[in-house]
Every structure is written in structure tokens, then in C-alpha cells.
């Protein structure tokens, strides 16, 4: 169709198809040949499929077209989205593109700018089913009807006064039930009681009460309860896959990627995992020096060198589960930082349950290989202690880092792994002093 510039296939190609399959066949083309199947479709379609290509193929697209082409699909894109790919062109050309989009939506743009990363306001769509309290359910349909077009969402109708500011709530499906009332003013039926996030909040606050109250979106105010946006399902969902992404790289003793894998340099992603992985090198050292210290006593009771793995493997293995579920459990919302004496009593009580298990699992290897029944009892008590120092440190450290205003998820896996290798052998070390003495 594109050899041929056959115009009308290549239109119905464009209208035929959810907007999301049209996109998924543009997938074998070129970015230009994207791009020019793309103009043959209205804008605001040509806008929402070029919504479901791929967030590099959409870059690689501004960055290579026309200016007035790219303006022009900016304007019929979300202000949010548009600031997202804005932020990815070089700073003059935002510059120019800008100057070529309306003044309405470049005001929209610019104070969406404005917000820092990883706040509500850089979240949020100005996009906005919003009507005066004032109105009539007629003249609210009335009203709608012109605005539905460029609305990104309209399952909520947000209700202010004369000044903007956010008094209520109207779902969708109340205005259409309420049709055969059409003189009911909206503030009659409106409710109050709603969920509203301060344009300064973090994303994953956001993405929390989103997930408490089962919405679909949920409006940003500013200190006053000025309406300024709302924030949709479609982009919480993207904070909740990028916040898992970022714990998932910490609990793999990554520093989080900014960009995809794909695209992060080859520099960049070893700096990124050379630094933790220098970090959890020298923790193994000072495994090895606990180790070195030990030696006399390792040396005169050569049967206890075969047992370490399993010593420090309980001890890492058990701290890893709780610092996993602890991690998890704040993320979300599950416990606070006030739980702290149930959450660590939880842990103990655990621990011992664990260690009781593991020890008298580890109690029949030891019966076998070690030169007496006494000294057979190292391994289960070692065991036990080791397993409970495990749950603690797995559970006190995610709440520690918490308090101090860092991120929970750095204390990952492999750190109190590290932290509980070094436990391990004190303790194992030390319960032998105190059953063998000097024997």
C-alpha cells in the first residue's frame, strides 16, 4: 500500500482496527514508513495509535520528523504523555515545537513541566471532566458533549465552584441515571467524601490510595483544593510497574535503571551493578576475616568446616525471606513503621518455629558426622540462633532504612545474606566454644 500511496487502503488500514492492532501491525516498519502510514489517519486516531507503539519507536519518530507534523500530533496527545516525550528531544527544539502548538495546550505543557519527576503533578493529565456546581443535569450533557472529545477519561465528573476550587464528585453512570431529572443541579447530587492527592506527593503514594479506594482516577490539588488535573488508572499502573522494576533491580543489588535495559549503556549498566557488587565483595571479606579469626578452633574440630554452608545458608536464606515480605508489606501499606515491635516479635516467634524445624532436620547429619553426640548438638543450636538472627536482621534493617528516609529495598537479598554469613560464623563459632570448651 505504502509502494503504491494507495490512500484509500491505507486510510481504512488506519479506522479499521482497534487503535492497539493497528499499532502491533506497524511493528515490521520503518520508523519514517510509521510515521507516513500515520498521516493517513484523523488526528485524533492518528494520536491514539501512535499511543500504542513502542515508547522508543515514538522518540525515534519526533526526533526524525517534521516539525509541524510533530507538533501537530503533540496537540492531540495527553499534556502528561507529552511532557514524557518532550523531555526526550533536545532542549531547543522543545523550544520550537512548543511555539508551534496552541496556546491552551502549550500553558498545559508548560505547567506540567514544572513538577519534579515522580510527583502527582508530573503524573497528572490537565484533561479534566469538570463542571460548575451550579449546572443542571441538561446543561451538564450539554457541556459534556463539546468536551468528550478531548477528554483523556470520563468515567468520573469532577465538580467545582466559581474559583476552581474541588467541591465534589459526579460518576458517570449517576448523571445518565439521573436523566429524567434534567433541572437537578449537580450539587445536589454530588458527593463530598472523595480521595484527592496533593500535586507534590509522591507517585507511589499515589498509586497506594488508588489501589485502597478502587478507582479510576483520582483528581491533584494544590495546597488551596484547586482542581488541577487527575491522575487514570492506565498511568498508575505504569508507577506500579516501574516502582516493582526499581525493587526488583535493588533486590538484585542493582542500582535502578533511568532507561530500559536496551537502551542503558554498556558503561552505565556496569557502573550500576559494579558498585553494589565492589559493596557485597568486601561484606564477603569480612566473611572471610571472621572465618580466618576462627581458625584455631576450625582446625581443631575439622568436622565443623563441613557443616558452614548450611550454617550461614540458613541464617541468609531466612533473612532474605523476611526482609522480602517486610519490603513488600510496606510497599503496600500493609504495616507501617509504628508496627514495629509487632512486626518484630512476629519475626522472632517465626525464627524459632524455623530454627526448631531446621535444627532438628540438621540434628540426624550431624549425629552421623560429627566425633560424639555432644558435639552433634552444635549444629541444631547453631542452627536455631542463626535462623532467628536471620529473621530479625532481615526484618529491623528494611525498617531502619525506612526511618532514616532511605529506600527499604536496598537492603536486598544479597546484603542481608552478607550481614548473616558473618552472624553465622560468630555464632556457630561460639556455641562450639561454650559446648567443647577446651576438649
Request: aromatic share 8%; charged share 20%.
Amino acid at each position: 500500500m505504502l509502494a503504491v500511496n494507495n490512500v484509500g487502503e491505507l486510510a481504512e488500514f488506519c479506522t479499521a482496527l482497534h487503535p492497539a492492532r493497528t499499532a502491533e501491525f506497524m511493528e515490521g516498519l520503518d520508523a519514517p514508513e510509521a510515521w507516513q502510514v500515520l498521516q493517513f489517519a484523523e488526528p485524533n486516531l492518528r494520536a491514539e495509535i501512535f499511543s500504542y507503539l513502542n515508547y522508543d519507536r515514538q522518540v525515534e519518530m519526533l526526533q526524525e520528523q517534521d516539525d509541524t507534523q510533530v507538533a501537530d500530533l503533540i496537540t492531540h496527545i495527553p499534556a502528561d504523555d507529552a511532557v514524557d516525550l518532550l523531555g526526550e528531544l533536545p532542549e531547543a527544539r522543545v523550544e520550537h515545537l512548543l511555539a508551534l502548538i496552541p496556546a491552551p495546550d502549550r500553558r498545559d505543557i508548560r505547567k506540567l513541566q514544572t513538577f519534579a519527576e515522580g510527583t502527582a503533578g508530573a503524573l497528572m493529565t490537565t484533561e479534566v471532566a469538570c463542571l460548575n456546581q451550579r449546572l443542571t443535569v441538561r446543561e451538564a450533557f450539554e457541556k459534556l458533549s463539546r468536551q468528550a472529545e478531548r477528554l483523556e477519561t470520563i468515567h468520573y465528573i469532577y465538580i467545582v465552584d466559581d474559583t476552581n476550587h474541588l467541591r465534589g464528585v459526579v460518576s458517570t453512570r449517576n448523571l445518565v441515571s439521573s436523566i429524567g431529572k434534567q433541572e437537578r443541579r449537580l450539587g445536589e447530587m454530588m458527593q463530598t467524601d472523595l480521595v484527592t492527592v496533593g500535586a507534590h506527593e509522591d507517585q507511589e503514594h499515589v498509586a497506594q490510595q488508588v489501589a485502597k479506594f478502587n478507582l479510576l482516577a483520582i483528581p491533584v490539588v494544590d495546597a488551596d483544593r484547586h482542581l488541577l488535573g487527575i491522575i487514570t488508572h492506565d498511568d498508575v499502573i505504569d508507577v506500579v510497574i516501574e516502582v516493582a522494576t526499581e525493587d526488583a533491580q535493588r533486590f538484585a543489588a542493582v542500582d535502578p535503571l533511568e532507561d530500559s535495559y536496551a537502551r542503558t549503556p554498556i558503561l552505565t549498566l556496569t557502573w550500576k551493578r559494579g558498585m553494589w557488587l565492589g559493596i557485597l565483595f568486601f561484606a564477603g571479606l569480612f566473611t572471610a576475616l571472621a572465618l580466618k579469626h576462627y581458625q584455631p578452633e576450625l582446625d581443631r574440630f575439622e568436622w565443623m568446616v563441613w557443616f558452614i554452608p548450611l550454617v550461614i545458608g540458613s541464617g541468609g536464606n531466612s533473612g532474605s525471606q523476611s526482609s522480602v515480605l517486610i519490603i513488600t508489606a510496606m510497599a503496600t501499606g500493609d504495616i507501617q513503621l509504628r508496627d514495629w515491635m509487632t512486626i518484630i516479635s512476629r519475626e522472632i516467634a517465626t525464627g524459632a518455629l524455623l530454627g526448631l524445624f531446621l535444627g532438628l532436620v540438621g540434628l540426624a547429619p550431624a549425629l552421623y558426622l560429627a566425633p560424639t553426640a555432644w558435639a552433634a548438638m552444635i549444629i541444631p543450636l547453631t542452627i536455631f540462633f542463626v535462623v532467628i538472627c536471620g529473621t530479625l536482621t532481615g526484618s529491623v534493617l528494611p525498617l531502619l532504612f525506612k526511618r532514616i528516609s532511605w529506600d527499604p529495598a536496598l537492603m536486598s537479598n544479597p546484603f542481608v545474606a552478607g550481614i548473616n554469613d558473618i552472624l553465622g560464623i560468630v555464632v556457630y563459632v561460639t556455641i562450639a566454644r561454650l559446648l567443647l570448651g577446651n576438649a
